[in-house]
Structure formats: C-alpha cells, structure tokens
Antibody
Framework: EVPLLESGGGLVQPGGSLRLSCAASGFTLSSYAMSWVRQAPGKGLEWVSA????????YYADSVRGRFTISRDNSKSTLFLQMNSLRAEDTAVYYC???????????????WGQGTTVTVSS | DIQMTQSPSSLSASVGDRVTITCRAS??????LAWYQQKPGKAPKLLIYKASSLESGVPSRFSGSGSGTEYTLTISSLQPDDFATYYCQQYHSFTWTFGQGTRVEIK
C-alpha cells in the first residue's frame, strides 16, 4: 500500500491551470497537516504550500502565493493543489508530503509521495 | 524569508569515511531543522528532525547537531547506500525553506 499517491500532472501551456491530487492511505488524513514540495529538473527542493489538519490554516511560498491554492477533503482522504496562471518556471516534479503533526509548524515531513510531473510549455 | 546555506555543495568520499555537512540559517531557527536524503528519481526521505532526533528506521550512523543558526549532519561511517543528495530544511517560520543540497559522491 502506497501511503501517498499523487496524480494530475501533465503538460500545460503558460497561463493555463492544473489541479493536482494526492490520495492518502494507511493513516487518518485529518489528523495531520500536509504539504506540497516541488523540484525543477536538475534542481533542489522547493517548498510550495502547507495546510493544517482541519484545512483552516494555509501557507504559501512567495513564488506561488495568489496563483496556487491548497485544499483538502478529509472525508475522501485527499489533498489538492490548484495551480493557476502557470509559468515555465513552475515546471517541476510535485511531491505531496505528510507533516508529522496536526499543525504544520514544529513538525517535519515524514512521509512523501512518489511525485507527479508538471510541464509548462507552449 | 529565512535563507538556508548548505556546505559543501558536493563532496567525494570513500566507504567508511566520516562525512559532515553543514547548514547555516540566516537567522535563528531554534532547532526547527530537518535533514532529508534523496536518491536520483526518488522522493526525499526524512533522516533527522528537530535538529538531532533520528527518524524511526534510520541507521544510527546518521546524526544531527547544532543550535541557533548552525547545524550539522554527520554520517559516522559512509556506506554504499548513503551516496545521495542531502538537504536541510527549516520549519521555524511560516514559510519553509530548503538548503541547496549536498551531493555525496563515491571517491
């Protein structure tokens, strides 16, 4: 059983939108904060966004604030990342990660998905 | 935002060597620091959290230390499975940041 499974990646034109999903299994999603982290080709890790266990608290990197929206459906054990106004520099592998606490802060990311690839190109 | 600077960016070492990687924060992060290992084409793996706490299942040859703005990951005796890229990450502020990574290669 894979604890976190991302989907929704693909090729999109600049200015377009994409919605990523992350299906969680083997643990109670509502008990944990969740996060998205991305990695551009050949580059390092970049934190994108985080959300509290209830979904009431959301946090974003400056590079995506106002364009990306993180959300969750605990009843369906699924995390989402809505990405709008996509740019070439958003091209990356996007990982979802479980934060080892209900609130994002004070806890590290202890379980990671395998990633989904987003390519922004015309 | 808090900037994280790792050094070195890469290193070459032999099996059995002691390896040390340093991470410096632009301001105090009060030990809210994690270390991750990433192998090519794979997701990162948590090694150390809260600067010095070993994640369950991680070999004891990995250790972390530090406080304030300076942190260190040490591999006491490098094993073949340890050749990878290592990242530090601060989770002190409302925006998290990673170091640029340290690639550990075989000498």
């Amino acid at each position: 059983e894979v604890p976190l499974l991302e989907s929704g990646g693909g090729l999109v034109q600049p200015g377009g939108s994409l919605r990523l999903s992350c299906a969680a299994s083997g643990f109670t999603l509502s008990s944990y904060a969740m996060s998205w982290v991305r990695q551009a080709p050949g580059k390092g890790l970049e934190w994108v966004s985080a959300i509290s266990g209830s979904g009431s608290g959301t946090y974003y990197a400056d590079s995506v604030r106002g364009r990306f929206t993180i959300s969750r459906d605990n009843s369906k054990s699924t995390l989402f990342l809505q990405m709008n106004s996509l740019r070439a520099e958003d091209t990356a592998v996007y990982y979802c990660a479980k934060v080892n606490g209900y609130d994002p802060f004070g806890y590290a990311m202890d379980v990671w998905g395998q990633g989904t690839t987003v390519t922004v190109s015309s | 935002d808090i900037q994280m600077t790792q050094s070195p960016s890469s290193l070459s070492a032999s099996v059995g060597d002691r390896v040390t990687i340093t991470c410096r924060a632009s301001q105090s992060i009060s030990s809210w620091l994690a270390w991750y290992q990433q192998k090519p084409g794979k997701a990162p793996k948590l090694l150390i959290y809260k600067a010095s706490s070993l994640e369950s299942g991680v070999p004891s040859r990995f250790s972390g230390s530090g406080s304030g703005t300076e942190y260190t990951l040490t591999i006491s005796s490098l094993q073949p499975d340890d050749f990878a890229t290592y990242y530090c990450q601060q989770y002190h502020s409302f925006t998290w940041t990673f170091g640029q990574g340290t690639r550990v290669e075989i000498k």
